[in-house]
């Protein structure tokens, strides 16, 4: 009898043998033989395998906007700790540049 795995368990399996378990391990634990597993390993090791790479993708992103948010939320209690007179300063500058804008040159 063949048996009946979704391609999400596949993966999930094909997963688990890139993270170093072992082949006959897995066999044994879904009840399939070895050319099977192999052919699993074919058809849908590049799909796990490019998983794998979004999640660290994925991870990486998260770790690059939770300190783009700690840089901004440090920004603006920056700028909601100036007084009225800094504000007052910070304009008299700008118009002074004559740029009424942060641009550098």
């Known amino acids: 009898m063949k048996p009946n795995n979704t391609p999400a368990q596949i993966i999930g399996c094909i997963q688990e043998f890139y993270d170093g378990r072992e082949p006959e391990e897995i066999c044994a634990e879904l009840a399939i033989d070895k050319p099977l597993f192999d052919a699993w390993i074919r058809e849908f090791g590049s799909v796990a395998n490019e998983l794998l790479e979004l999640r660290d993708e ?20 920056s700028l909601d700790s100036l007084t009225k007179s800094d504000s ?13 804008s942060l641009s550098y040159p």
């Open 58 to 77: 994925n991870e990486a992103l998260r770790k690059m906007f939770t300190n783009l948010s700690l840089v901004n939320q440090s920004l603006r209690n």
């Open 88 to 100: 007052k300063i910070f304009e008299l500058l700008l118009k002074k540049r004559g740029t009424g």
